[in-house]
């Protein structure tokens, strides 16, 4: 099969490195998955599919292709229009949710309604989905292999090794994004502390920290890490904090957390729950509590026993995200929907 995937731009951002993971792992089941891109060339992940770079969508032939995906809603009504039955909507989150995208509401739903069918990233996106147009599937997301990193964390934890080194509270997402929960993240850091963890708090974001931003709270700042960098990074710390809001579509960051065998503290939201039916994969605490979330890292840090049945739960939980098993449902998908010629 031959499917292109419509990406406006090349930018570090969860939604991006979900397209070129989908690319790959096609690619290496035998299609061709083309990247279709408004941006420059990717520099901060790998990537074996070929890429097209266009000023505009309207530049490439759609008729060579068995499938034209939409990546965002900005990009979806491109591909219908320029591929018809053959479009399909890529949804890793509901944009009319975020607070950001409020303005432009009307303008994603007219693209959710779109006779088209979509794919989700998550479970719970396939219900929301529904609601605009009844054709959505679960496809699932992608971890890439670089997190599976053989369960150093386990090994290096100084509650399982004896080593006066502090513990690592990893809190990843931008602060600019409210769906990310990081104000909760940060409130969860100073409950804890208040009652008497000690801890390094080490954060990532894609951008640099936000200007009402209590960054001080944090001993490392990372900003626009590449997938390497990040896999190594993950692996350093010893547990951590996923405070978003139900509007998050995945939460990739909590999944190659788990990956790496870092036990999480993780907010209670559709799309975290939906790893597992058991629930047993973290400590779950309600949306947007930064106090219960302190509380249970408190717990979390506290407890050797406890974190290294999390880190081995959760590795086991992510399983279901390695490419080649995504890749199966991906494959399903678009060959049981393949045009006949």
Known sequence: MKIAYLLEDTELAGGIRVNVAHADVL???????????????????????????VQSFEEIDAREFDFVVGTFWTTVGTAYAIAGNRAVHLCQGYEGSFTAYQPMKERIDDAYRLPIPKITVSPHLVEICRQFHDDATYVGQIVDDDFYCGGQTILSDPGQTGLSVPHRVLLVGPAQADFKGI??????????RALGAQFDLVR?????????EPAELASEFHVALTTAEMARLI????????????????GLPAAEALASGVPAVLSEIPSFLSWDAAHDYALFTPEGDGEAMGDALVRLLGDA?????????????????????????????????RPSS
Do not use: M
């Open 183 to 192: 104000d909760a993240g940060y409130a969860a850091v100073r409950r804890a």
């Open 27 to 53: 690619t290496e089941r035998g299609h061709e998955a083309v990247l279709v891109t408004k941006g420059g060339p990717l520099t901060w992940r790998r990537s074996r599919a070929p890429w097209r770079y």
């Open 305 to 337: 026993t406890l974190r290294e049945r999390l880190a081995r739960r959760g590795r086991e939980v992510v399983e279901q995200f390695r490419a080649q098993k995504t890749g199966e449902r991906l494959e399903l998908f678009f060959s049981s929907r």
């Open 204 to 212: 990532v974001s894609q951008w640099p920290a936000a200007a009402d």
């Open 235 to 250: 692996a350093s710390c010893h547990a951590f904090l996923g405070p978003s809001r139900h509007q998050e579509g995945f």
